[in-house]
């Protein structure tokens, strides 16, 4: 498995962007599937986006489709996720997951089918 690092949250007035990074160990990372999901208080955790592990298949959730763009750089052992015209309904802690599937086409949009999570980082967006 490998261990992951998310960094980049803050606080942003609505209309701001933020763009995420989950920072991965290990030289198979370029193996991984990786997805975002986000918690907001009170909420349970909900899907936001993710990236096969050739980067070029990625669903998002419909309510940040056309805002937040998921992308990977492999040489980095990074994926980003940047998010553009931040609602303050898109505040929640991040987090971002891995999947070890190679080769296959579509990352999975369920929690459950990813092994390692990083601690999460928090996003907030005022009014």
């Known amino acids: 498995q490998v261990q992951l690092v998310e960094s980049g949250g803050g606080l942003v007035q609505a209309g701001g962007s933020l763009r995420l990074s989950c920072a991965a160990s290990g030289r198979t990372f370029r193996y991984y599937a990786t997805g975002w999901f986000r918690q907001a208080p009170g909420k349970e955790r909900e899907f936001v986006a993710a990236?096969?592990?050739?980067?070029?298949?990625?669903p998002y959730v419909e309510s940040v489709k056309g805002r937040f763009t998921v992308s990977r750089d492999n040489a980095k052992n990074t994926v980003y996720l940047q998010m553009n015209s931040l609602k303050p309904e898109d505040t929640a802690v991040y987090y971002c997951?891995?999947?070890?599937?190679?080769?296959?086409?579509?990352?999975?949009?369920?929690?459950?089918?990813?092994?390692?999570w990083g601690q999460g980082t928090q996003v907030t967006v005022s009014s």
């Open positions: 990236i096969n592990w050739s980067g070029d298949t990625a």
């Open positions: 997951a891995a999947a070890l599937l190679q080769y296959q086409a579509s990352p999975p949009m369920e929690a459950r089918r990813y092994a390692s």
